[in-house]
């Protein structure tokens, strides 16, 4: 009865090890503790089969110095291991020192004649096929037959070895399949956002590609200026795709779309309990960051009051997190990026002069599309080519209409051709859009150009005529007076308006 207690004792406390780790070592040396202060047993091993050499390995010995245990490997039918092995069948020698069988490879008994030892041999089987051996020495002179009941528990501990086993190559199986999809992805990232895949051969466009080039091998910081819509995300994503942190992250944090109130902690992390509703440490951009590239958007946008503490992590790499006190220090790359007028904003006193010199180490300025019409038909074959694909279309343009949107401003850059192509793939009922079927698109697209060009809230869209006029009439102006550089009276000129004309328009549009 005492000997049943105990083996369920044991049995529960080795369910329990296995519960506790789910690596295979650590439970199976906590096993063979159980057996060995529980139920007495003496010596044992677990061997598995090691898949590339076919080998039996000794994964966990109990009672084994490390010498013994290097000493402990075994071919597939070798030995009584070998034998159980090759078998599946568990093997018992009630006294190894008669057994010629018995190897004794280790070398741990040392006397194996005068002293009565058993040995009991069990196989480890995952869905039938026997992957491993466990095995126990058990002293013999106290006994006549507890071989059985010791049978029994080992039959019960060698299954429980298998799910384990079991469970281990699962997850290793899971994290490698995890590893290689990562690797997959990163890789499908890289080539994607390389710079052959953007679009333009300008020659304004060829030095920012060079210039890409030569930053990206470097870690300094880049400060990428344009309009609204030229692809400064494009090639900050170039820049780190095609750089030595590739494979780290690239973190974009927008500096307009982020709250003030929000965007210390946003970029700095915060402790638990560092304001109400923070429940939990969370970590910021920047330590998100940490070995890869951090994606400054709209970097003009800064709160001022930000700017001294966001200063000195661009100079020491180190900071605090908000109601943190300890000092974190981080690797990361920054790429800063905005369509606003920075110089303009150090003389309105918006943007720290100090900050600003920091990120503008190597300027990378893309010039609008307008300046780049070359690009234009180029664009027009790129996006026809991926929204026809997207929306399983075959659209196609007539020369006429390619030429409209050559002529085009494009105020809103390649993101408004962009969009203009996909409502038109999408739109269109016929196979050819012509310069007339195209213009229905790029009506709607004066008001976007406006709300791009001046900053104005978004109003609601108005087709009326006279609201059509009016859209036409800001937008002109608008666009003369950013080719006359802001001087008004040229830009009446070029209208053919008085200045008195274009000063009461610029009020009544409330034009920048
Ligand atoms: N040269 C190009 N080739 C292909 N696609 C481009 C190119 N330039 C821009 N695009 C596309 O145009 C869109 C706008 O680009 P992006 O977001 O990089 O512009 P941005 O300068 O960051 O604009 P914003 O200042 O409004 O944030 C994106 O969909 C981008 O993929
Ligand atoms: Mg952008």
């Not at 194996?112 to 041999?121: Q, S, T, V």
């Not at 780190?240 to 590739?246: D, K, L, P, Q």
Request: aromatic content about 6%; proline content about 3%.
């Amino acid at each position: 009865m005492d000997q049943k207690i105990l083996e369920l004792t044991a049995l529960y406390e080795i369910s329990k090890a296995f519960a506790s780790s789910l690596d295979l070592k650590v439970a199976s040396n906590k096993v063979m503790d159980i057996l060995s202060s529980v139920l007495g047993m003496r010596r044992g091993t677990l061997t598995l089969l090691h898949r590339e050499t076919g080998e039996l390995v000794i994964e966990v010995a109990h009672g084994l110095t490390s010498e013994e245990k290097k000493r402990g490997h075994y071919r597939v039918g070798e030995g009584i291991t070998g034998k159980v092995m090759a078998t599946g069948e568990p093997m018992v020698v009630p006294d190894i020192g008669q057994e010629p069988l018995f190897l004794n490879r280790t070398g741990a008994r040392g006397d194996i004649e005068h002293e009565n030892i058993a040995f009991l041999c069990m196989p480890v089987k995952v869905y039938g096929d026997t992957i491993g051996v466990l095995s126990v020495d058990r002293l013999f002179d106290d006994q006549t037959m507890l071989i059985d009941d010791d049978l029994r528990v080992l039959t019960i501990v060698a299954g429980q070895i298998g799910q384990a086993v079991k469970v281990t190559e699962m997850v290793t199986q899971e994290r490698q399949r995890l590893i290689d999809r990562n690797q997959r992805l990163e890789h499908e990232l890289q080539n994607k956002f390389h710079l052959r895949n953007v679009v333009g051969h300008d020659r304004k466009m060829e030095e920012v590609y060079e210039s890409v080039d030569r930053v990206a091998e470097t870690r300094a910081t880049v400060l990428i200026r344009g309009e609204s819509g030229t692809g400064k995300e494009l090639i900050a994503r170039a820049i780190h795709y095609g750089s030595a942190r590739a494979g780290a992250p690239f973190i974009k944090v927008n500096c307009a779309a982020i709250p003030e109130s929000l965007l210390e902690s946003e970029l700095f992390g915060h402790e638990k309990g560092a304001f109400t509703g923070a429940i939990e440490t969370r970590k910021g951009r920047f330590e998100q960051a940490h070995e890869g590239t951090l994606f400054l958007d709209e970097v003009g946008d800064l709160p001022f009051a930000l700017q001294p503490k966001f200063l000195r992590v661009l100079q020491e790499m180190q900071f605090e997190r908000v109601g943190g006190s300890s000092t974190i220090s981080v690797d990361v790359r920054i790429i800063a990026a905005t369509h606003r007028d920075l110089e303009r904003l150090l003389r309105d006193n918006m943007f720290r002069e100090d900050l600003y010199y920091r990120l503008n180490v190597v300027p990378i300025y893309i010039p609008p599309l307008r300046e780049r019409i070359a690009d234009i038909p180029l664009l027009i074959e790129h996006f026809l080519q991926r929204f026809n694909t997207e929306h399983g279309k075959s659209v196609e343009f007539s020369q006429d209409a390619v030429e409209v949107m050559v002529q085009h401003k494009w105020l809103g850059n390649v993101r408004e051709l962009e969009n203009c192509l996909e409502r038109a793939v999408i739109m269109t009922r016929n196979k050819v859009i012509d310069a007339k079927g195209l213009g229905g698109y790029m009506n709607l697209l004066l008001h976007s150009d406006l709300v791009v060009a001046t900053d104005i809230e978004k109003q609601p869209h108005d087709y009326s005529l006279p609201g059509s006029v009016r859209a036409i009439e800001r937008e002109q102006i608008s666009e003369a007076l950013r080719e006359c550089g802001g001087v008004k009276a040229r830009a009446a000129k070029l209208l053919g308006l008085t200045k008195r004309q274009i000063g009461y328009k610029i009020q009544k549009y409330n034009i920048e």
